[in-house]
């Protein structure tokens, strides 16, 4: 999705950031259901943290590689056995082709290693001719690696208001088209005869978060607000049912699908947004989601208000106990939508996160811990606007259940 944020430059390096705080009831298992009780200034002193934003890594505007620029990146996945990362821009062919890129993003302990990512290579996506996307015709968002790193999945958006509806596809490691995964027909974007869009994708909402499942079986993507008929899109103090779609990664057949809510927009807008928009703006959504095991995962979401900038926080979530609504065209709103809890939150950290919409898991840390690296969307530049990496560490071990 597409936003005007602001943004500061620079590099940061931080300590740790606790969250235990953050953790409430949220049921930890192997050795971890300690943290979940009360904790005094002490204790945060003396125990390990869950989660902790390690290091940040901010690119120089306007940086420019191959021949485009070097932006637009909505969605990033590691590839342990290589250890490069492919990250996708979701430039609509309109500052560049449509593509994503190939990097490296080495480490030195718990911080990143270099002041820029190293690039190994910019692929082009091919559309179902063979050719480049023509301008406007998808709107990349989230890409993995499949198992082996022989291929890559990735989503398209779409542009509901022109009745382009969002997709799944895989791709070669050159680019090339592979096939769709299809999508129930509740996704499609239907229009009444005046026009109005009564179903489906929201225009700019939908999918932003793709996964595999560890053992690279299934597909899990996730829509960033809900689709028109479920309900509303975020608001102040409304939240939206997103729905979490699992599907068999080889014959794309749907598995099992979920109702995720989204918490209301963090803020209302201030100022308006900057020529050529000049509008008041505020808005809310999942921009990314990660698997951690077969029924849980971790979100982000966030919350952007003209003026006030970005509210990036992190939960995890399980589809356990919640309601499948496999087949349904439209929600009841008497759904269990799947628990969450907060894990981390940008706001606290003493850094502008930015427009954070993409999430991988990273190499493991020198102490044993899971790395997570989280990628900033520059709006290729627009109100100063950068490309930020940010490296944080989950603790080895550490699962979640419902409580």
Known sequence: MRHRPRA??????LGALTVAGLLGSLSLTDGFAAETGAVTGADTA??????????????????????????GLSGIDYDRKSGAYAAVSDDRSENGKARFYTLRLPLDGAAFADDKPALDGLTVLDDTTGEPFAAKAADPEAIRWTPGGKSLLWTSEGASNSGQPAFV?????????????PLPKAYAPVRSASGTLTAGVRNNQALEGLTLSPDGSKAVTITENALVQDGPAAGLTTKSPSRLLVMDRKSGAPRAEHVYEVDPISDAPTAPLPAPVGTYSADRGVSEILAINGTDYLTVERSFASGVGFAIRLYWTSTIGATDVSGKEALSGSEKPMPKKLLYDFT??????????????GPTLPDGSRSLVLVADDNFGFNGSVTKFHLLSVRSGLRFAPS
Do not use: C, H
Request: net charge positive; no cysteine.
């Open 169 to 181: 596809r895989e791709t070669t490691t050159s680019g090339g088209y592979v096939r769709e995964l």
């Open 46 to 71: 003396k125990r390990p943290q869950a989660v902790r934003l390690l290091d940040t890594l901010t690119v120089p505007a306007g940086t420019t590689e191959f021949g485009m620029p070097f932006g």
């Open 348 to 361: 606290t950290s003493g850094i502008d996160a930015d427009n954070v919409e993409g999430m991988t898991w």
């Open 8 to 13: 500061r430059r620079g590099r940061a390096f």
